[in-house]
């Protein structure tokens, strides 16, 4: 269960204005679901991610966390970009203090996973969006997790890794629970159980996935509307 | 099989994140170039080879009857100590920003392990300096290395407080990225590096022992050269600096440490 308490998060603006991302709210979310993480862009998808994960403190409020979670796995973060693939997988070995053979497994998979080639020995700046999303994903599996945080982590790459994603996460499913943040809606409904809208600093709860996501098209759909009119 | 995150300590998981951020600058610090490690000799010697040249014959006699290159290769190794480690707490949160996403790594981290790192390279390129110096007969004392040592903690402590007040300071202010440099420049020339102490005029030097680089830099040289003379100095006013910046330091970091987190 990871529990929110109060929690309010907002960052300052250039303007000298303030941007809420969540406006003191409390929720506890189930760790026997997956769930999709919804909002529009800017609505601090990631930065909830960020904060469940524990990267990121909130203004006030607390988040109690129980078991392991992931660290959210995106094309973004999670890589120092002067290292190689190579190094930013043994950095990750080396803080969790894991045995040398289990280290040399690890590597070993993930250079299997990431078909890198070459890649895998090359600074991470260097690599496509896709490439990050490999290195990225074939990283995190390795590791057993009772939450995966992911951000838009399969939106991009070939569709081979689309396809090796979608297995992985089929097996991943059955015995953790996803957080998932994507605007592919498709994926979405296949993986999710229930879902969560974001907007304005709130946070809204739907049981069934299908449900949040036809809030979701609604609530866009009135912006356009309102756009046009 | 997934491997399951074996739990630890809070104190060996601080040691194992430290270790892999002190590895991490390891290989970014010195794998791109193809002398690698031995710069950490070079870098010294280069200024002092300069400097040396050009200021040797002027006012190289005032060093009495140290050598002069030695002379000013123990004001430049602790003159690196202090804005060596302020330039790597101004650095340390961008170039980790990457691997900040892992809980466990606290921002607090990439500062400690790059004064450490910083620490390790200079102090031992000092020690072999010295031994060196001294299997050629250079007129230095290995009796008082320790006494040498401290004095190099202390200026590496005042360095790593402000190095950590400076780059807390210059993620809130972007502009101080490029003044610090500029306010450290004339460093060089108030902390005796260049020449002793007792070469300026007397009614001038209390005015330098405000400095507490000064202190530092001609204790060192009293406890390498035994004939070495300066008046003046002692080591409560530097260590008084150091408690001052550490504290400045870390309780900066203490008042912004929700900020820090943010990208």
């Known amino acids: 269960m990871i529990k929110l308490r109060n929690v309010s998060k907002h960052y300052p603006m250039k303007g000298g204005g303030v941007h809420h991302v969540l406006r003191d709210v409390s929720f506890d979310i189930p760790s026997n679901q997956n769930i999709a993480i919804l909002g529009p ?103 057993e997790f009772d939450y995966y945080l992911i951000d838009e982590l399969t939106s991009v790459g070939d569709a081979i890794f689309r396809d090796k994603a979608k297995q992985k996460f089929e097996e991943i499913r059955k015995s953790s629970a996803l957080i998932f943040v994507s605007h592919s809606m498709r994926m979405l409904k296949q993986t999710c159980d229930s879902a969560i809208f974001l907007n304005q600093g709130k946070l809204f709860y739907y049981d069934d996935v299908k449900q949040g996501i036809k809030a979701y098209k609604d609530f866009m759909q009135n912006i356009t509307q309102g756009v046009r009119t | 099989m997934p491997i399951k995150i074996p739990e630890h300590s809070p104190w060996r998981s601080q040691v194992l994140v430290t270790k892999a951020l002190l590895r991490r600058e390891l290989v970014t610090r010195f794998g791109k170039y193809k002398l690698g490690a031995v710069w950490v000799f070079l870098d010294p010697l280069v200024s002092v080879i300069v400097i040396g040249v050009l200021l040797g014959p002027i006012i190289g006699r005032s060093a009495g009857d140290i050598p002069y290159p030695l002379f000013l290769l123990c004001g430049f190794m602790l003159l690196t100590m202090l804005s060596g480690s302020i330039s790597a707490g101004v650095g340390a949160v961008g170039s980790n920003q990457g691997l900040l996403v892992f809980k466990k790594v606290q921002v607090f981290d990439p500062f400690v392990a790059r004064f450490i790192f910083h620490f390790l390279i200079n102090t031992s390129a000092l020690i072999v300096f010295c031994v060196i110096a001294y299997w050629f007969d250079m007129n230095i004392s290995l009796q008082k290395i320790p006494e040498a040592i401290f004095c190099v903690v202390i200026t590496w402590l005042i360095g790593s407080g402000i190095g950590l007040y400076c780059g807390i ?78 504290t400045l330091g870390i309780m900066t970091y203490r008042n912004n440490r929700h900020f820090l987190t943010q990208q």
């Open chain 2, 169 to 246: 300071a210059a993620l809130k202010f972007k502009e101080l990225e490029k003044i610090i440099p500029y306010i450290q420049r004339p460093l060089l020339f108030v902390s005796a590096i260049l020449y002793p102490l007792e070469a300026m005029p007397p009614e001038y030097r209390h005015y330098l022992l405000y400095n507490p680089l000064v202190h530092t830099v001609e204790y060192t040289r009293m406890m390498l050269f035994p004939s070495y003379v300066a008046n003046g100095v002692n080591l409560y006013y530097p260590a008084a600096w150091a408690i001052g910046a550490g």
């Open chain 1, 41 to 143: 862009n800017g609505a601090g998808k990631s930065t909830l991610l960020r904060i469940i994960g524990g990267a990121e403190k909130p203004n006030s409020g607390v988040v109690e966390t129980e078991g392991t979670i992931s660290w959210p796995l995106g094309v973004k973060a999670g890589f120092q970009g002067s290292l190689t693939g190579r190094q930013n997988i043994l950095f990750v070995c080396q803080i969790n203090g894991l045995s040398m053979a289990d280290t040399r497994k690890v590597v070993d998979s993930v250079y299997d996973f990431s078909e890198l080639g070459e890649y895998f020995d090359m600074p991470v700046k260097t690599y496509s969006s896709g490439m990050r999303a490999r290195l990225c994903f074939g990283l995190s599996v390795n590791f």
